[in-house]
């Protein structure tokens, strides 16, 4: 390809607006343009990047047996709402009406479709097991898209699905799937950890693992323990603290030294205030936080240096909707403010942090204005609450599957999800096939995502430097970047045409630049591209001599022409 018909418009400066490494790369390198919030156009070396990653993921899932389809992005509101997902999924779900007034979503994913598919062309379990794929433009309204391709409106999913005939052939499919998904984060370049994670809007009756790109700008924390191979996602990380926890049931003397003691704190309701106040760390504080779930009001209770973990508690009570009660609410059931709430003489149902009732006593709230109680003994006065784990895992938690380990926190980006979804759509849909014994059951299923616009960007936050894009080669647009220092040079101009005939020939994506810039312009743009292999044609081309440089390293040295190409048709670059 010739650089001069490349539609490739190169920024000096990103846009104030782009927050993530990888989206001002994208745009300086000119890969995508903004056409809305969250909505992109992909340019050629961007389109170039996501043919090559798609590519990856084709082959990977061809070679664990699945299938490819493709599925229509819009689809029947009717489908969701026999999943009972319609009203779930929340103002994410993009909804339209057509002339007849009959109601479509655009998909964010295709669990629904995927299972009316099946149930009406797979009847037997002689046709099981099955998975499916697709590699389709996906929609989601996000209220706040941001960081360019990591969070968009829309955006290009690969998404599977297994069927299979029992749980036994469901653990088969998804580990299938989860090796597959090694193989393709891996071939990909990426940092990356498999982590247990929470099943979120899509659900399911078994587990689920996120990929998770290891970057600073990730909107996830996993916790990883030092010592096993112990990760989860922090909505899902759980601690060690429970292992440890005996609940007492007799309360017998420590009922008689549970006198408690009345502070007044006038106007100090922040945890941060009442370790001023009192001289004591966070961990001495008994925090009680009002909560509705599914619109019942219920406390929680955790220690004064820890945070709610949501996700925890809705699964817990196997709640669709939990929210922070608001001021009237907490006042109704507390009388008093918010920051003044404690345990003591609630009559609503109490939620106890296993880190709370390993307490020996504590200070939380009075239930009274500007007052709260000390000596608050969790196995005495919290005995009625239901124990649990409740909040997040912190850096330096005990890890909970070993002894030895604790856990340490990362920041990262979601690649890739798998779900052991049992029947949680099967039978809402009524997707069943004929067992070996002549009898109906619903299918078994999984499913398997991967977001490849979203792993574009991931490859990005991890592979670059001051110059600008690093790319793996196995999914850079151009492997190869035959540079002229001067194109009105004719010595130059035949060696490099010859050097990017003999490349293209071979195999070798490669990139000519053919324009009449000065030599500066070119390797500044060169670098920022990141093709990972630059073959420079300049003042040595008479005596068949040019210049190489990997841009991973960032060395250059001279090397004859064979010599050149040889090195450009290998893969140590």
Not at 72 to 83: I, Y
Not at 186 to 204: K, M, N, P, Q
Request: charged share 25%; glycine share 8%.
């Amino acid at each position: 390809m010739r650089q001069s018909q490349l539609l490739m418009p190169t920024l000096r400066e990103a846009p104030s607006d782009a927050e993530a490494i990888s989206h001002q790369l994208m745009l300086r390198a000119g890969l995508i343009r903004q056409l809305a919030a969250g909505i992109y156009t992909y340019l050629p070396l961007g389109r170039r990047v996501l043919r090559k990653l798609e590519q990856i993921v084709r082959e990977e899932m061809d070679l664990a047996g699945a299938q490819e389809i493709l599925m229509p992005a819009m689809q029947p509101a009717e489908l969701w709402q026999q999943s009972g997902r319609y009203e779930i999924y929340g103002p994410e779900l993009m909804r339209l009406r057509d002339r007849h007034e009959r109601e479509f979503t655009l998909g964010p994913t295709h669990e629904e479709v995927i299972t009316a598919l099946v149930r009406s062309e797979v009847s037997s379990y002689r046709q099981l097991p099955m998975t499916l794929y697709q590699i389709q433009t996906k929609f989601r309204d996000e209220k706040r898209p941001r960081f360019g391709l990591l969070r968009g409106r829309e955006f290009l999913m690969k998404d599977a699905y297994s069927f299979d005939a029992d749980w036994e052939g469901l653990h088969r499919s998804y580990t299938s799937m989860y090796e597959a998904y090694h193989r393709i984060f891996t071939r990909c370049g990426l940092y990356f950890r498999s982590v247990e994670a929470d099943a979120g809007s899509i659900g399911g009756e078994g587990g689920t693992h996120e990929f998770m790109a290891l970057a600073d700008i990730g909107e996830d924390t996993i916790a990883v323990c030092s010592a096993c191979s112990y990760a989860a996602n922090l909505e899902k990380a759980e601690y060690g603290t429970k292992k440890q926890l005996v609940r007492e049931q007799a309360k017998g003397e420590k009922e008689l030294s549970a006198q408690l003691e009345r502070h007044h704190t006038p106007d100090i309701k922040k945890i941060e205030q009442l370790t001023d106040e009192f001289g004591l760390g966070a961990d001495s504080f008994i925090k009680t936080m009002i909560y509705l779930a599914d619109g019942k009001p219920i406390a929680i209770i955790i220690r004064g240096d820890h945070e709610v973990n949501e996700i925890k508690v809705k699964n817990k009570l196997s709640a669709s909707h939990l929210e922070l009660a608001d001021q009237a609410t907490t006042e109704l059931v507390t009388g008093a403010p918010a920051g003044f709430a404690g345990p003591i003489g609630l009559q609503i149902p109490m939620l106890a942090d296993f880190a709370v009732l390993a307490m020996d006593s504590g200070i939380a709230g009075a239930n009274e204005k500007d007052f709260h109680l000390g000596n608050v003994k969790p196995d005495v006065h919290l005995a009625e609450a239901l124990a649990g784990d409740y909040r997040n895992a912190e850096a330096g938690d005990c890890c909970p599957r070993c002894a030895e380990g604790s856990l340490t926190l990362y920041r990262g980006i979601e690649v890739g999800h798998v779900f052991k979804l049992g029947t949680k759509y099967s039978e809402s849909l009524q997707a069943k096939y004929l067992n070996a014994s002549g009898s109906m059951q619903p299918f078994i299923m999984g499913c398997y995502g991967i977001g490849v616009s979203r792993l574009l960007s991931a490859v990005l936050e991890q592979h670059s430097d001051g110059n600008g894009i690093v790319w793996p080669r196995s999914i850079a647009p151009y492997q190869v970047h035959v540079v002229p220092v001067s194109v009105k040079d004719p010595v130059q101009m035949d060696l490099a045409m010859h050097i990017t005939a003999r490349l293209n020939e071979g195999g070798v994506d490669t990139l000519l630049d053919d324009r009449d810039e000065r030599p500066g312009v070119k390797f500044k743009d060169s670098d920022l591209i990141g093709i990972p292999l630059r073959i420079v044609v300049g003042k040595h081309a008479a005596e068949g001599a040019v210049e190489l440089k990997v841009r991973k390293a960032g060395e250059i040295q001279k090397c004859g022409l064979e010599e050149a190409i040889s090195f450009a048709l290998g893969s140590e670059y």
